[in-house]
């Protein structure tokens, strides 16, 4: 088998084992090997091939992790219930204190007033969802 089909396979193995750590270790040093597969392609005997895998993997890991890293890590990502804080939503049954429905993003929800029976908000207001509470969407009149 081919030195430069080894490394290809081996870099393959890893980039794809990646998806299963997240760490980018695996990432890294797959990429680092298919630096040695690309360099066998081009003629470089083992040692050289093994030489440009080091210096690629050790360079990705120093240089592009850490930045992918803070990348990943500083994104805010909210999801499920989360994401729809602060959404805007119409009102379509009035919501009196503890009842009434809204729409928010195309999905009916039932809904309570933020500050309780002193809010009332008629059918076509437009609200802020301020809170998820269970199945209750928590609303405040937009500012």
Request: charged share 15%.
């Amino acid at each position: 088998m081919a030195a430069w089909l080894v490394w290809l396979v081996a870099g393959l193995i890893l980039v794809a084992a990646e998806m299963a750590t997240g760490g980018l270790w695996l990432l890294m040093t797959g990429l680092g090997a298919l630096g040695g597969a690309l360099a066998a392609a081009f003629g470089a005997g083992p040692v050289l091939a093994t030489i440009v895998f080091a210096i690629v993997s050790v360079a990705l890991l120093a240089g592009l992790r850490p930045v992918m890293l803070r990348r990943y890590q500083t994104r805010d990502i909210r999801t499920n219930t989360q994401a729809l804080i602060g959404a805007k939503a119409t009102v379509v049954v009035p919501v009196h204190g503890d009842q009434g429905r809204v729409k928010i993003g195309g999905e009916i929800w039932s809904a309570r007033a933020h500050h309780g029976e002193a809010e009332t908000f008629p059918e076509g207001t437009a609200v802020i969802v301020v809170e998820i509470s269970g199945a209750t969407a928590i609303v405040a009149p937009e500012p």
